[in-house]
């Protein structure tokens, strides 16, 4: 089992940044690929950016290519997703995830899930 936590969401406004965290326990050695997808008010979970356990290997959504990096600190089993630019329809519940591959997750395939933490970007 993994357990995935997790934080750094809140109120942010319109332009501004906000980093999230997602931080792994349990049994870690089992994480392939790390994954953020977010769920928007009256919409589906979306698939945003993964990444490859060492890090060397990621893909994200045109959606929010260039103003969304992810990064994975394999030493702290903890994720990162940096979300510059932020719009107000970049409001939402967002996910980390683990899965299989970076391609895999993209594919929707996860296997353990956090529990969200909520970005609302207002002006």
């Known amino acids: 089992q993994v357990q995935l936590v997790e934080s750094g969401g809140g109120l942010v406004q319109t332009g501004g940044s906000v980093r999230l965290s997602c931080t792994a326990s349990?049994?870690?050695?089992?994480?392939?690929?790390v994954g953020w997808f977010r769920q928007a008010p009256g919409k589906d979970r979306e698939f945003l950016t993964s990444?490859?356990?060492?890090?060397?290997?990621?893909v994200s959504e045109n959606s929010v290519n260039g103003r969304f990096t992810i990064s994975f600190d394999n030493a702290k089993n903890t994720g990162y997703l940096q979300m510059d630019s932020l719009k107000s329809e970049d409001t939402a519940v967002y996910y980390c995830?683990?899965?299989?591959?970076?391609?895999?997750?993209?594919?929707?395939?996860?296997?353990?899930w956090g529990k969200g933490t909520l970005v609302t970007v207002s002006s």
């Open positions: 349990g049994h870690t050695f089992k994480i392939a690929a």
């Open positions: 990444i490859n356990w060492s890090g060397d290997t990621t």
């Open positions: 995830a683990t899965g299989p591959s970076v391609p895999g997750l993209r594919r929707g395939i996860v296997y353990y």
